[in-house]
């Protein structure tokens, strides 16, 4: 320590220290005064600084989480679409509007619409003759005929993934969708079963000049109904093969729909070299002579005058269907596309993108209406220089939907009135005291389980159609029991050649034929007992005895269409007799 003087003064040595100290704190403070403005120069500009950067961050994250939740919702919007136009038996009461609604929110806020419009005065719409609906195709908001669109692609694509499980190739494929139409799908020229005039459900006088063009029915009507014209088999067959991604044409003279049986139609399926023929008003497939498995493109000229050499095994009459067949000149036959016009809407083209996944089908046609002719080139000179065109029968029926009068949604449900025939059930339940109750309610059971046996759920359907078989007549008398006791008739009916359609179906040949020698047993006069004989036949040739097959085809009337068939099937199954 330092000395110091008495009284408190420092001595010498001291004050020298103190002078050294007092010159490092002015040299230590004479530096750090810059150091220290920097450093607060620095500070202030990083805190000037850092609101802005955490701004741009705080935004892009923002926008970032509002880009998620506006994708969330697109897709949760366009699944709540799907759920209620999917086929299932839950949902066969949803209200189409309702999905309408959200569809539209969907094109508002999420489609990706195509910049190109439609262009509706192309050669392919020159015969619809409907200028407001087909400038309507370029709508960016859809309408009711889109959603029944929707609906049917979806039906059409869940029948054909399961008519086709067992089919490796295209070929096996195309005829499986073709089999399971003609079973199907039953010519009725008539539609709406003519014993509903007896209940006063439609009268005798509409019911005799009914046109069956003025019930505008989707393609979901016409699967549900099991029965319809040889427009709605063309239609059907073409549906289900584009949802395979296979396309197909129609050569008619009746393009724009007189609905003259004499009027015969092809379509025809083009695989690569071959091509598939089927005859939707017969039920048949025209097959090449000989070993060919398929007719071969390079052999078919417009004419197609060997197309019908397969057949000549067989005296048709003059009045015979074959006959005006053979004798049409083909070359004058109109080349159709056999979808609805609503496929080359731009809304078709945007949904086409996110129906993904689960959802996945065929929603677009391609480009063949905008100029490519790949699908007409595929049929080579079978087609020649004849313009591609949309056919006028799908249209025409969505059309029909879009504001339908009274007259035509009241046809249209009698074209299903056994579906729509509510059925009564009784329910139990138990509280919890374990106390039972029961409970009586009304359901359209015979609608789901026609649903089911469209999407292969045949155990569901039969055990719901032999409950709906075994339903009892309502006791007393009056009109509204007979009208009662008429439906429940006519539903059991419908229930019972569905159960063996099924069985068909699902190959259980020998319970199908019981099924079928039963309905034909207790329905003497019944709405089917044309298309049951067929069906029982075929039945038993497929359980090995073609014998008794014949036999039965032989027995009974059947349709002029399904004479054809009854004759082709003789000559087939007569080598293993």
């Known amino acids: 320590m330092p000395p110091t003087i008495p009284g408190g003064f420092p001595s010498e040595t001291q004050q020298s220290c103190n002078d050294t100290m007092v010159r490092h704190l002015r040299n230590t403070i004479g530096w750090s005064i810059p150091v220290v403005m920097m450093l607060a120069i620095l500070g202030c500009q990083n805190q000037s600084e850092t609101p802005k ?27 709540k679409v799907y759920q209620i136009l999917r086929p299932s038996a839950e949902n066969m009461d949803s209200e189409p509007t309702s999905a309408l609604v959200i569809l539209n929110q969907w094109f508002g806020n999420c489609a990706e619409m195509p910049e190109e419009k439609l262009d509706v005065s192309v050669p392919a719409f020159a015969n619809l003759g409907d200028s407001e609906s087909l400038a309507s195709l370029n709508n960016s908001s ?87 014209l040889p427009y709605d088999r063309v239609w059907m ?38 091509v598939v023929i089927f005859c939707p008003q017969l039920g048949i497939e025209i097959e090449p002579a000989g070993d060919a498995e398929a007719w071969d493109l390079a052999t078919l000229t417009p004419e197609l005058k060997d197309l019908f050499v397969g057949l000549d095994e067989v005296s048709w009459p003059d009045d015979s269907p074959v006959t005006r067949m053979k004798n049409a000149d083909w070359t004058k036959a109109k080349v159709l596309l056999p979808v609805a016009p609503i496929a080359a809407s731009p809304r078709m083209e945007a949904l086409q993108i996110d129906f993904v996944g689960d959802m996945a089908c065929n929603l677009h046609q391609p480009a063949e209406v905008r100029g490519d002719e790949g699908l007409k080139n595929s049929l080579g000179t079978v087609v020649g220089d004849r313009q591609l065109e949309f056919w006028a029968y799908p249209h025409r029926m969505y059309r029909g939907l879009l504001d339908p009068t009274d007259e035509e949604s009241r046809l249209r449900q009698l074209t299903v009135a056994t579906l729509l025939k509510e059925v009564q059930s009784i329910r139990a339940s138990q509280d919890q005291n374990e106390k039972t109750s029961y409970r009586v309610s009304m359901e359209r059971k015979m609608l789901k389980a026609r649903v089911e046996q469209l999407i292969a759920r045949d155990v569901e359907a039969l055990q719901t159609y032999m409950r709906i078989r075994l339903q ?28 063996a359609v099924a069985q068909f179906e699902t190959e259980q040949y020998r319970s199908a034929s019981d099924t079928l020698q039963n309905y034909l047993e207790r329905y003497q006069q019944g ?39 009854r004759e082709l099937l003789i000559q087939e199954w007569k080598p293993a007799s």
């Open 472 to 499: 009892f007549r309502v006791p007393g008398q009056g009109a509204q029991v007979e009208l009662e006791n008429l439906m429940r008739f006519l539903q059991a009916e419908d229930a019972h050649y569905w159960s």
């Open 237 to 274: 067959t073409a549906a289900m093969l584009k949802q395979l991604n296979i396309e197909s044409l129609l050569l008619s003279h009746d393009a724009d729909l007189t609905l003259q049986p004499e009027i015969p139609a092809l379509l025809l399926i083009p695989l690569e070299s071959q």
């Open 527 to 565: 709405h089917w007992v044309k298309s049951a004989r067929m069906l029982w036949a075929e039945a038993e040739a497929a359980e090995g005895n073609p014998e008794r097959a014949i036999e039965i085809l032989q027995q009974g009337e059947l349709q002029d269409d399904q004479k054809v068939r």
């Open 142 to 228: 859809a309408s009711i005929a889109d959603i029944y669109y929707l609906r049917d692609q979806l039906l059409m694509r869940q029948m054909a993934t399961e008519v086709v499980k067992y089919s490796p190739t295209d070929l096996e494929k195309v005829r499986a969708v073709m089999a399971y139409v003609r079973r199907n799908l039953p010519v009725d020229d008539l539609l709406i079963d003519r014993r509903l005039a007896s209940a006063g459900l439609i009268p005798q006088e509409t019911l005799d000049q009914l046109n069956p063009f003025s019930i505008p029915r989707a393609l979901q009507d016409v699967a549900l109904a099991g029965r319809g």
């Open 53 to 79: 950067s955490q701004t741009e961050e705080k935004t892009g994250s923002s926008q970032a989480r509002e880009n998620l939740e506006r994708r969330r919702i697109c897709k949760a919007n366009l699944d």
